[in-house]
């Protein structure tokens, strides 16, 4: 018996091309429906963003997944998911369900990046670290005393997993540094700083962008060497 015969067929690889046939059209329609979304915010829209909005993470957790992404990353999406899906509703309750819904996304991927064994840069840690203190000791007094502890936790969560997403090159890192700038946004609005014109829309885009880069950083690297 040929040592190409006795070899056991793996069902998996045999699967995965028929899969991948689906990544070109769930790619095409997270960006439609980004486009939609912020099409939308620009143009005081609400209904375009009630509706884009929710469809963007399960898309691009689609693409992920028929992509042969690791189960973190999708498992990330999702939770991005759960977070757009809380935050569409205008409360204090929402709003802390949708963190902590992120907050798991976060914990997804600091899981997936602390697969690679390179080391993060420590420069890179230091200056993610004074940032984070000194926007914390701006804007505290600023913010609802309910919401302190909180949003100074998450910070501390989403600052670890923007530093961490450097190890994966520089689609991952690109990918963490404007998921930070965009809940940055967020807590500036929270706390009631004067903000851009179309405050939402900037939101939205450092979001859309930053989820993107981090799962095509995820996915190229995978796809490079097993990493992670």
């Not at 203190?133 to 501390?156: C, H, M, N, Q, T």
Request: overall charge positive; aromatic content about 10%; hydrophobic content about 60%.
């Amino acid at each position: 018996m040929s040592a190409t015969a006795s070899r056991p067929t793996d069902p998996g690889r045999a699967t995965a091309p028929r899969a991948e046939r689906f990544a070109r059209p769930l790619l095409v329609a997270f960006l439609v429906a980004a486009a939609v979304d912020l099409a939308g915010l620009l143009a005081g829209l609400d209904a375009a963003h009630l509706v884009a909005k929710p469809l963007l993470m399960p898309l691009l957790a689609g693409y992920a997944f028929v992509r042969g992404g690791p189960r973190l990353l999708v498992a990330a999406l999702l939770f991005g998911w759960g977070g757009d899906v809380f935050l569409l509703a205008d409360n204090d309750l929402a709003f802390l369900l949708g963190m902590g819904s992120f907050a798991v996304g976060h914990v997804c991927y600091l899981t997936l990046f602390g697969r690679d064994r390179a080391p993060a840069a420590l420069a890179t840690g230091v200056a993610y670290a004074l940032v984070l203190a000194v926007f914390l000791v701006l804007i505290w007094s600023d913010l609802p005393a309910e919401l302190r502890v909180p949003v100074a936790g998450y910070s501390l969560l989403l600052t670890a997993m923007a530093w961490r997403a450097g190890v994966l090159g520089r689609y991952a890192a690109a990918g963490g540094a404007l998921f930070l700038l965009s809940d940055a946004l967020i807590a500036t609005g929270i706390a009631e700083w004067p903000r851009l014109p179309a405050p939402d829309f900037w939101v939205m885009l450092t979001y859309i962008a930053a989820q993107l880069l981090l799962a095509l950083g995820v996915l190229r690297a995978a796809r490079a060497g097993g990493r992670p």
